[in-house]
């Protein structure tokens, strides 16, 4: 699997969790609900894997998910709950590259360094878990002092913004917000995913300063209008007024901004709300914050009441509470955490008779989504109870809503009669499924019809709620359907739920208007995100041209709860063709991920234009706070102050600019001339080094320089990767000829350098030449030598051979003799030598008979080999061995009785006496004694 990067904890990361060695026995802790604490290192994120082909329309755009990721991991016996944890985003960006290469997808995360995510790195956690607050299993007073001590802390520690941005995401004003409803959004940078800080709609500078002591928050599902880009949101509180309503133009301007709510007793706990181009739909339902009930009845803080009626407000989208009023619609207790689409209903002379929306309805509050703290060893409290789950349920469709799964979650249409003051329900689905997604390019459209959604997993008891494939659902059918059968009167159900199809013929209808895409078995996915085509193109198509993406991860990498290779782990991002949903459609293209991805909750796609949007916007910003750059920013700096008047009157200017270690100036500085991320990367060539540097001190060079070198060649390898695989050549060819600025004088010292290092290649050369030409000049010697050798030990061999033969008597007749000629012994052969005078004569002066030139000159050779061997006295021969030594065969005693020598003999008996010769000198003795 491509990587060209790597993951690690963050420096400023202080909390250090000890790896497990067991699972996690909470079941939103275990599995891939468990935390991942690394985060990818530089900004460049990890090169993926891509099975199958991106669609072209997705380049250089990115998805972001997020989701709840404990940075304080609770202990076993404490309580938790699937809402809790600091958030973490997600994201796989869609390199833009050039569009005749295949998109390069590139992964990153990212903690939202939140204000909440920055005390509790430094002291624990911030707040009371909703896993305390939701359970019914402690005293009051536990969970007073819990509460108690947790604001105290806050307080203590000046924590102003409880928002920890793990539940949703959008986009406003260039930017990209992580939201979740307890606090203000966090703004983030793409592709990055970096924190950049809180934003609360501060453009608007006529808009009155916000009031300390309110709670200022943004629900965690804000709404925008497609058709006027105004965003529209709320914030439920804790206390009075419960709710507050707010809308903002797209340029900023606050039009409605912080309005109260009348009509809510309580505090209640609200996701998610709808609006039309007219109006917003807010809701009250019996999930409610009361700790009075809790103490009186035992029941938890967050409870909900299944003897309460649901109730929505229908309120003018700029609402005013001075004088606007809230028209309040009852209904069956139900609670919703999702909406899907939502509409004005208008009569054939164009009046808004009924406002409609679509949701995702549940007969209470999930009870599987609240599996809190361990009652006993290895058991959670809250969830479904062991009867619920062995009840048979009730087929929705015919408004039987007291016999349904009362945790299932069905899509379902809600009519507000304008006139008549009622609701109508209509089960749209009878499969349950959540985190419903549309094209939002046509939100509000009445005519809308597709709806997306995760399919929910069969549930079982302890486990925490997931979801195992995705639906797509032709909900305008239904209620074009139920229209007809309004129209006929053929409706089935009572009260509210007259407005029924029946649950047979909706069965019937989804075999036609449902698909289903199961992921497999032991795979989990999460929210599915659709992308419009038309967004893309600026076209119009179809509703359901585009992409739908989601998260996938095979839980067969996990070993009964925890992970088996940490190193080795693997999510998907599938990308789906939304036209083709069903379980005979594959994905179009599969991104492999070389990284666990927690299971979390909504994401958003950021298109290409928005990201450069989000960058053009941070420049902006840098260059306007350096205009800004005041003489305040300038104090403790090297400058000099003129003024064009002696006496100073005119205005005053700085000469120098800060020369000290600004660094809130250094890093806008940076952003401003930051190179846009769209461009080619072989054009700005930059590249962030995976490699951390630790350097225990500061001041060891040595320790200091490696570590900075380790990285830049880490960075250097990542580059002339990259450069190789786009296709460029990182060698220079053999004909490269760069052109240099040197002096004649430095040129011609260079070519000496070049010619003496020639002559002394070609010297070198010719001396190994030589060396084999001795060594092959040596071997043909030995290799003579030892021929020779050979010859000759074979004629002495020979000569033995025919001597043994002539002894014995058999050589006359032997026809065979290879030497066909008479040999002398050595004996009488010496002989005659010996009786040979001077010129080869006898004593008599005649030769002897036989002899000859020849003769004498063989005697002589003869004489020679037995003196010094066969072919002369061999080089470095030794002289005076024992073999020579007993040698006397050269002896004569005439030559020794010479009268030098008696005369010295007796000299050295009588003395010097009668003027006898003196002894030899040494040298001369020496040399005498040689020839002897």
Excluded at 11 to 26: F, L
Excluded at 355 to 372: E, H, K, Q
Excluded at 452 to 467: H, M
Excluded at 700 to 728: P, S, T
Aim: charged share 30%.
């Amino acid at each position: 699997m491509a990587s060209s990067s790597t993951s690690a904890i963050a420096p400023d990361i202080k909390v250090r969790t000890k790896p497990r060695t067991k699972a996690h026995p909470h079941p939103y802790l275990t599995g891939n609900f468990y935390p991942v604490f690394e985060e990818t290192v530089g900004d460049d994120g990890i090169e993926c894997e891509v099975v199958g082909t991106i669609p072209e329309t997705l380049r250089g755009s990115q998805y972001v998910r997020t989701g709840p990721n404990s940075l304080n991991v609770p202990k076993e016996a404490e309580g938790h709950h699937w809402f809790d944890g600091e958030g973490m985003l997600h994201g796989v960006y869609f390199e833009p590259g050039e569009p005749s290469k295949a998109i390069q997808p590139r992964y990153m995360n990212r903690w939202v360094r939140s204000e909440v995510f920055n005390k509790a790195n430094k002291y624990g956690a911030m707040d009371v878990s909703l896993g305390l607050l939701m359970s019914k299993g402690h005293s009051v007073l536990t969970l007073f002092w819990h509460m108690f001590w947790f604001r105290i802390k806050a307080r203590l520690l000046g924590l102003k913004n409880s928002s920890n941005g793990n539940t949703a995401l959008t986009w406003f004003g260039s930017r990209l917000l992580a939201l979740q409803e307890a606090g203000k959004p966090h703004e983030t940078s793409v592709p990055s995913l970096n924190t950049v800080g809180e934003y609360y709609f501060e453009e608007d500078a006529t808009a009155p300063v916000p009031e300390t002591r309110r709670h200022h928050a943004v629900t965690a599902h804000p709404k925008i209008d497609p058709n006027t880009g105004e965003i529209i949101f709320f914030a439920w509180l804790v206390e009075a007024p419960y709710m507050q309503y707010s809308v903002v133009s797209a340029d900023g301007k606050r039009k409605v901004w912080e309005q109260p709510i009348p009509g809510y007793s309580k505090a209640t706990m609200t996701h998610d709300f709808a609006i039309t181009p007219t109006y917003s739909i807010l809701f009250n339902l019996p999930y409610t914050i009361d700790g009075h009930n809790h103490a009186k009845n035992g029941k938890p803080i967050f409870a909900f009441d299944s003897d309460v009626r649901s109730r929505f407000g229908i309120i003018p989208r700029y609402f005013d509470a001075t004088k606007d009023k809230v028209q309040w619609f009852d209904s069956l207790p139900c609670h919703i955490f999702h909406t899907a689409n939502s509409w004005d209903e208008r009569d054939s002379e164009g009046n808004i008779v009924a406002v409609c929306m679509t949701a995702c309805r549940s007969a209470r509050f999930v009870a599987d989504v609240n599996l809190w703290e361990p009652t006993r060893a290895n058991e959670y409290g809250g969830g479904k109870t062991k009867e619920e789950y062995e009840t048979t349920y009730a087929t929705p469709g015919s408004g039987r809503y007291d016999q349904q799964d009362p945790d299932a979650t069905y899509m379902t249409l809600f009519r507000f009669d304008l006139k008549t003051g009622k609701t109508q329900l209509t089960t749209l689905s009878t499969v349950s499924a959540e985190f419903p997604m549309i094209n939002y390019d046509r939100y509000m459209d009445p005519q809308l019809k597709f709806v997306y959604g995760a399919a929910v997993a069969p549930a079982s008891p302890g486990s925490g709620f997931k979801f195992d494939g995705i639906i797509k659902t032709n909900y305008g059918a239904v209620n074009e359907q139920k229209r007809q059968m309004v129209s006929k009167n053929e409706t089935v159900g009572q009260g509210e739920g007259a407005w029924e199809i029946g649950a047979s013929r909706l069965q019937e209808m989804e075999k036609t208007i449902s698909s289903v895409h199961k992921f497999g078995p032991h795979i989990f996915g999460s929210e599915p995100l659709f992308v419009s085509k038309s967004s893309l193109d600026g076209g119009a198509g179809d509703e359901d041209d585009g992409y739908l993406l989601v998260y996938t991860y095979d839980e067969r990498q996990m070993e009964q709860g925890l992970v088996k290779k940490d190193k080795a782990q693997v999510t998907e991002l599938w990308i789906f063709d939304a036209k083709k949903i069903g379980q005979d459609h594959e994905p179009v293209a599969k991104v492999k991920i070389p990284r666990r991805v927690p299971y979390g909750f909504h994401g958003l796609w950021v298109s290409k234009e928005q990201i450069q949007q989000n960058q053009d916007l941070r420049r902006r910003r840098a260059f306007e706070n350096e205009q800004q750059l005041t003489l305040e920013d300038l104090e403790g700096s090297d400058t000099e102050m003129l003024s064009d008047n002696e006496d100073g009157s005119a205005d005053i200017f700085t000469k120098q600019k800060v020369t000290v270690n600004n660094e809130p100036a250094l890093r806008r500085l940076c952003e401003q001339i930051a190179l846009p991320t769209d461009i080619p990367w072989s054009e700005t060539q930059s590249i962030t080094s995976s490699v951390p540097v630790h350097v225990v001190d500061p001041d060891d060079d040595l320790n200091r320089e490696v570590a900075f070198y380790n990285q830049a060649l880490e960075a250097a390898v990542q580059g002339r990767d990259r450069i190789k695989k786009e296709g460029g050549v990182f060698e220079r060819p053999g004909d490269y000829f760069a052109e240099m600025i040197k002096t004649d004088d430095h040129m011609a010292k260079i070519r000496q350098k070049l010619l003496d290092e020639n002559a002394s290649i070609q010297a070198s050369e010719r001396a190994k030449a030589q060396r084999e030409l001795k060594k092959f000049g040596k071997k043909v010697q030995t290799e003579k030598r030892l021929e020779r050798e050979k010859a000759k030990a074979d004629a002495l061999d020979k000569i033995q051979t025919l001597k043994k033969k002539r002894q014995g008597g058999d050589s006359a007749g032997n026809a065979d003799d290879e030497f066909d000629v008479a040999l002398a012994s050595d004996d009488d052969e010496m002989k005659a030598y010996k009786t040979a005078g001077k010129g080869g004569k006898n004593q008599h002066g005649k030769r002897p008979a036989g002899s000859s030139s020849t003769t004498e000159s063989r005697g002589k050779r003869m004489k020679k080999d037995q003196k010094f061997g066969f072919g002369g006295k061999k080089r470095f021969g030794k002289s005076n061995d024992a073999n020579s030594s007993a040698d006397v065969s050269g002896f004569n005693v005439k030559r020794n009785k010479s009268t030098s020598f008696k005369a010295g003999h007796k000299a050295s008996k009588g003395g010097a006496k009668g003027g006898a010769k003196q002894r030899p000198g040494k040298g001369r003795r020496q040399n005498g004694a040689g020839r002897k």
